[in-house]
């Protein structure tokens, strides 16, 4: 770590801003495993001691690595190595739950519930649901996470006439929902970049502000009729998801428009 900070190295005139060389190094010993997962690095008026730069300088490289998810900084104790999170591939032509996703994995899940319980119908489930005056919503809230690690946040909400028991959940939504014969055979799913809010950040561990997925699924049984609304937030860092394309006949790309659940 000495080597690291050291005042050596850092060049004024063509490597670069210096807080661009200091991330680097930094970058470079978590990449070559001198500073591995959990670590914590020293404080910033330390590392500016040590390397002879400025405060500002390394306050910088180091949000810029928080940022990128690297590093973490833990109110009150410091900056640490960030967890390595394995990166999952997840394929958009297959409507599957998260947990039956994580199962044929071979990984283990676990929810952490946020809240179960029947509301007054927010507008949007209104529209999306195709409630009428005067039904009530199940809403569902809870941090689904792998291994032990926060991926994603998933809000879902159905109609209470669905759902009278929103804590009958517990698991598996739609291992629930296929006992009733409720469990949706399509769903049109949209997926947009978002900037995750402290709130939503510090339930998936991660900085405020890095990258995420936003989520928004309608799910839809065999008759047609909408089951589910879902809007979830997932890590950025954690998952790519892939689709296949197939060329139509008449020559123009095309791809499945069912989606992941």
Do not use: C
Request: charged share 25%; hydrophobic share 45%; aromatic share 4%.
């Amino acid at each position: 770590m000495n080597q690291m900070f050291s005042p050596d190295g850092f060049d004024v005139a063509g490597s670069g801003p210096l807080y661009l060389q200091l991330q680097r190094r930094i970058a470079d010993a978590v990449a070559e495993g001198r500073l591995a997962p959990g670590d914590s690095l020293p404080a910033e008026r330390d590392m500016a001691a040590m390397t002879g730069l400025s405060r500002v300088t390394v306050r910088k490289a180091v949000q810029a690595l928080v940022a990128q998810g690297v590093l973490v900084q833990k109110r009150g104790s410091g900056t640490f190595v960030a967890a390595r999170v394995e990166r999952l591939e997840q394929a958009l032509s297959l409507l599957t739950s998260f947990t039956e996703d994580m199962a044929r994995r071979g990984r283990s899940v676990e929810s952490v519930w946020l809240s179960r319980a029947l509301h007054a119908p927010a507008p949007e489930e209104v529209m999306a649901l195709g409630l009428g005056a005067g039904d009530r919503v199940a809403r569902l809230e809870r941090v689904r996470r792998s291994d032990g690690v926060p991926l994603a946040i998933e809000r879902a909400s159905l109609s209470a006439q669905v759902l009278p028991d929103p804590m009958a959940v517990e698991a598996s939504l739609y291992a629930l929902l296929e006992e009733r014969g409720l469990r949706p055979v399509r769903a049109v799913q949209r997926i947009s970049a978002a900037n995750l809010g402290a709130k939503d950040a510090d339930l998936l561990g991660v900085a405020p502000g890095v990258a995420g997925l936003r989520i928004e699924r309608v799910s839809y049984l065999p008759s047609g009729r909408v089951v589910e609304f879902t809007r979830s937030l997932y890590r950025g860092d954690a998952y790519d998801f892939a689709v296949e394309l197939k060329l139509a006949p008449g020559g123009e790309a095309t791809d499945g428009r069912t989606t992941k659940g």
